[in-house]
């Protein structure tokens, strides 16, 4: 009896900590903020310097200098990253920016074309990787961590000439790439994202012109560049471990594009997650479970024979492959925007395949939505997938690679923080009361920047940048405020209604 009582105190008081604790919305003293940016869209000096001894402009021309340059039709305001927010000279500044916010780490990538001129490693261009040098050092004097993505959707035009990621050859030049970053930037860069969000190039870019390269190879292009960056990813994963990891004891994941699938209808216990298996699965479980998803392979391949091809469109991953991606990750990169409902194709019941997984996904009219067309503000989704990452991938540490809200570019930016608030809320309720293993998390963006096919009109950061002014002027939004007092309370803040609420800045 004595023993049921104190068991029933230490559970009530154990009750009270975990809860309260959620209640007060505290980050663990080990949680990492940050936030991220890419190459293309913030650097700029996009042909900035020319080789002292070939003559040849040492930043060679990317897939993304290539397509903007000949094809501005594509981008929703005829606008490219020329010079974006001229990062390359204003790095300085950048930091400066990361550390008044408060933030512990920095998600930046590396322009492929800049430290390998030639797309090859016969030329290093020594002001590419210097450039490099400088920003990481930078920021290791300002006490922040860089985390670098060794590929952000720019790799040199002179390689999509050749296929870019429809060649298996990609594979090995995407090794050597790496090897370069590895050896001039591992004794500082400890951690490395190889490759981002593959899901949305590959389809984006092999099946649809959204994306650079724009080429559309219908049903065969995605899947081939996929099976390509796994086995990219894969190699460099190996590589490192042979090569690298002994001295400069680094981790290395990929940052996947997440995407939270649920069921349109509760009766249907099956479309969501056969949606999974192909949205998230398809790159995903390659890398945790060691093959593409079991019903990915059986309906491609079905379908594929009732189109007449002669084997499935899904190229097959041999033992010798698995092996080499299977496990290939120290870390689950997570972008997780947004959400959408699955339900199944009707038109499957007389048999005609609109689509491989068969699953309609549609975002729900009633949730309210950002700038960008298909970002819809949905908070309980980022639980829902995070701990779907938990039980699938039995709880891999997770870092939150990507999350963000885009605007028109308000400086009093209330429905930004909100969502902030919203997805922070969501993510401590599954790092703590459901136990999932999440690390650290990166804000998209640190700057208001090149947004691809949208231009310039769809702003993610919690910085604006003024692109009319030669000088690319920065300036700080209301969240920026929002997050320096997250950061130096290592708890979330309520969230802003109206100006007379606007936070002072610590430095105002
Ligand atoms: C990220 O894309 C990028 O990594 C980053 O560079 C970008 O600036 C940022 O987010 C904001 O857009 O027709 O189903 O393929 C993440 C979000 C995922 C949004 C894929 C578009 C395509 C819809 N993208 N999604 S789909």
Same mark, same amino acid.
């Given at each position: 009896?004595?023993? @049921?009582?104190? %068991?029933?105190?230490?559970?009530?008081?154990?009750?009270?900590?975990?809860?309260?604790?959620?209640?007060?919305?505290? $980050?663990?003293?080990?949680?990492?903020?940050?936030?991220?940016?890419?190459?293309?869209?913030? +650097?700029?000096? &996009?042909?900035?310097?020319?080789?002292?001894?070939?003559?040849?402009?040492?930043?060679?021309?990317?897939?993304?200098?290539?397509?903007?340059?000949?094809?501005?039709?594509?981008?929703?305001?005829?606008?490219?990253?020329?010079?974006?927010?001229?990062?390359?000279?204003?790095?300085?500044?950048?930091?400066?920016?990361?550390?008044?916010?408060?933030? !512990?780490?920095?998600?930046?990538?590396?322009?492929?074309?800049?430290?390998?001129?030639?797309?090859?490693?016969?030329? *290093?261009?020594?002001?590419?990787?210097?450039? @490099?040098?400088?920003?990481?050092?930078?920021?290791?004097?300002?006490? *922040?961590?860089?985390?670098?993505?060794?590929?952000?959707?720019?790799?040199?035009?002179?390689?999509?000439?050749?296929?870019?990621?429809?060649?298996?050859?990609?594979?090995?030049?995407?090794?050597?790439?790496?090897?370069?970053?590895?050896?001039?930037?591992?004794?500082?860069?400890?951690?490395?994202?190889?490759?981002?969000?593959?899901?949305?190039?590959?389809?984006?870019?092999? +099946? !649809?012109?959204?994306?650079?390269?724009?080429?559309? #190879?219908?049903?065969?292009?995605?899947?081939?560049?996929?099976?390509?960056?796994?086995?990219?990813?894969?190699?460099?994963?190996?590589?490192?471990?042979?090569? $690298?990891?002994?001295?400069?004891?680094?981790?290395?994941?990929?940052?996947?594009?997440?995407?939270? #699938?649920?069921?349109?209808?509760?009766?249907?216990?099956?479309?969501?997650?056969?949606?999974?298996?192909?949205?998230?699965?398809?790159?995903?479980?390659?890398?945790?479970?060691?093959?593409?998803?079991?019903?990915?392979?059986?309906?491609?391949?079905?379908?594929?024979?009732?189109?007449?091809?002669?084997?499935?469109?899904?190229?097959?991953?041999?033992?010798? &492959?698995?092996?080499?991606?299977?496990?290939?990750? !120290?870390?689950?990169? %997570?972008?997780?925007?947004?959400?959408?409902?699955?339900?199944?194709?009707?038109?499957?019941?007389?048999? #005609?395949?609109?689509?491989?997984?068969?699953?309609?996904?549609?975002?729900?009219?009633? &949730?309210?939505?950002?700038?960008?067309?298909?970002?819809?503000?949905?908070?309980?989704?980022?639980?829902?997938?995070?701990?779907? #990452?938990?039980?699938?991938?039995?709880?891999?540490?997770?870092?939150?690679?990507?999350?963000?809200?885009?605007?028109?570019?308000?400086?009093?930016?209330?429905?930004?923080?909100?969502?902030?608030?919203?997805?922070?809320?969501?993510?401590?309720?599954?790092?703590?009361?459901?136990?999932?293993?999440?690390?650290?998390?990166?804000?998209?963006?640190?700057?208001?920047?090149? +947004?691809?096919?949208?231009?310039?009109?769809?702003? $993610?950061?919690? @910085?604006?940048?003024?692109?009319?002014?030669?000088?690319?002027?920065?300036?700080?939004?209301?969240?920026? %405020? &929002?997050?320096?007092?997250?950061?130096?309370?290592?708890?979330?803040?309520?969230?802003?209604?109206?100006?007379?609420?606007?936070?002072?800045?610590?430095?105002?």
């Amino acid at each position: 009896m004595d023993c @049921y009582f104190v %068991a029933l105190i230490i559970c009530l008081v154990l009750a009270t900590v975990s809860c309260c604790d959620i209640v007060k919305l505290t $980050f663990p003293s080990g949680f990492r903020f940050g936030a991220a940016t890419a190459s293309y869209q913030i +650097e700029g000096a &996009w042909n900035v310097s020319v080789d002292t001894f070939y003559h040849f402009p040492d930043k060679g021309e990317n897939v993304w200098d290539y397509w903007t340059h000949n094809y501005p039709g594509y981008i929703a305001d005829g606008t490219n990253g020329d010079i974006a927010c001229d990062s390359y000279h204003k790095y300085e500044e950048d930091v400066q920016l990361l550390k008044s916010a408060g933030l !512990d780490f920095y998600r930046f990538s590396i322009s492929w074309s800049r430290v390998l001129p030639t797309g090859f490693t016969n030329v *290093i261009s020594e002001d590419g990787l210097q450039y @490099y040098k400088n920003l990481t050092a930078e920021l290791v004097a300002n006490g *922040i961590e860089p985390i670098v993505t060794i590929y952000h959707w720019d790799h040199p035009q002179v390689i999509e000439d050749m296929g870019g990621w429809t060649n298996e050859l990609m594979v090995d030049w995407f090794v050597d790439y790496a090897r370069v970053l590895f050896e001039a930037l591992g004794d500082t860069v400890k951690k490395w994202i190889t490759i981002n969000e593959p899901r949305s190039f590959c389809l984006l870019g092999y +099946e !649809d012109t959204q994306k650079a390269p724009g080429k559309v #190879i219908s049903g065969i292009g995605a899947y081939l560049c996929m099976h390509n960056v796994l086995k990219a990813h894969g190699k460099t994963y190996r590589m490192y471990d042979e090569e $690298f990891r002994d001295v400069q004891q680094g981790v290395i994941g990929m940052a996947f594009s997440l995407i939270t #699938i649920l069921s349109a209808n509760s009766s249907d216990t099956v479309s969501a997650d056969v949606g999974f298996q192909f949205e998230v699965g398809w790159n995903t479980h390659p890398i945790y479970i060691g093959d593409y998803p079991e019903i990915m392979k059986t309906r491609v391949a079905m379908i594929s024979e009732a189109q007449g091809y002669p084997r499935s469109r899904l190229p097959e991953l041999t033992d010798d &492959w698995i092996a080499i991606i299977n496990g290939s990750s !120290d870390f689950f990169g %997570a972008n997780l925007y947004t959400s959408v409902l699955a339900s199944p194709d009707p038109d499957e019941e007389l048999g #005609i395949y609109n689509s491989d997984s068969g699953i309609i996904l549609e975002a729900n009219s009633s &949730w309210s939505r950002a700038a960008s067309s298909w970002l819809y503000v949905y908070p309980p989704g980022f639980g829902y997938t995070l701990r779907q #990452i938990r039980d699938y991938y039995d709880n891999p540490p997770v870092w939150i690679t990507e999350n963000g809200y885009s605007d028109k570019g308000e400086l009093e930016d209330y429905d930004r923080i909100s969502y902030f608030y919203d997805y922070l809320r969501e993510l401590l309720i599954a790092l703590k009361r459901d136990g999932c293993d999440i690390r650290g998390y990166a804000i998209w963006s640190l700057m208001d920047n090149f +947004e691809w096919q949208d231009g310039i009109a769809d702003k $993610f950061g919690i @910085y604006s940048v003024d692109f009319d002014d030669p000088a690319r002027t920065r300036s700080s939004k209301l969240s920026t %405020a &929002w997050w320096a007092r997250v950061t130096s309370t290592r708890k979330l803040q309520a969230v802003p209604t109206n100006s007379n609420a606007r936070i002072k800045l610590p430095w105002e």
